[in-house]
């Protein structure tokens, strides 16, 4: 198949290299099969991570484009085993099919060609987040944020802070941290589905409802067997989470 130049035009403006552009990531058309033709290993662990974070995040539906990043993934630590970018993909692509320990180790692999490498060390905390492991989490954001604390994807890595509240109980600082993540990037969805279940855990019931009427105007297909298909939290922070959103008003 010939290589199609316009996914790879959206890359740029989308991805980590700059900022998360929604609209652009749900317009952006569908690449798969075109990975033999993804010649620098750079290229491929940026797409494969983009495209793992736009359907984790809600702005894309595609499942073929899981497939297509796996196979970017994979193929980039072929290419190059020394590349942290490249085993960064695997651990998204590891954390994002619910592989935690996996996600876990590639992440750490990551860190060790990178010892300075922010958006790793936040990674490990949300694989923790989604594993329930509070205080780890913690550590790993904190840790994240030294190395950049200005980084690019900083709103991300406060949300982390927030779903680390939530798995530990502490809703209202969720909800602040929540908040904060907003403010830094007003479509994070992520970020939009962290203060709905943390208002409604905190039993600020008509608020939680209120920001889920915000989140459904931007994630229209939203719904409790969407959360449990696509989020990877574990078994019992899954429970929560779907507890949470369902005391927001959200239905199945």
Known sequence: MTWTPGI????????????????????????????????????????????????????????????????????????????????????????????????????????????????AAAFVGFTHTFDGRSAQAMERLEQALRFSPRDPLKAIFVAGFSQAHYVAGRYQDAVKRAEEALDLRPGLLGAHRMLCVSLAQAQRIDEATTALRTLRQLQPNLSLAWIRQSLPYAPGPMERFVEGMRKAGLAE
């Open 8 to 119: 790879w035009s959206h890359v740029p403006c989308c991805t980590f290299g700059g900022w998360l552009r929604p609209k652009t990531m749900r317009q952006s058309p569908s690449c798969s099969g075109q990975c033999e033709a993804i010649r620098n290993t750079g290229q491929r662990t940026v797409l494969a991570s983009a495209l793992l974070l736009s359907t984790w995040m809600g702005w894309r539906e595609s499942s073929s484009d899981r497939d297509f990043a796996s196979r970017l993934a994979h193929r980039a630590v072929q290419l190059d085993e020394s590349d942290p970018w490249a085993h960064f993909a695997q651990g998204f692509l590891a954390m994002t099919g619910r592989r935690l320990d996996e996600a876990v180790r590639h992440f750490h692999t990551a860190l060790d060609l990178n010892p300075s490498f922010a958006s």
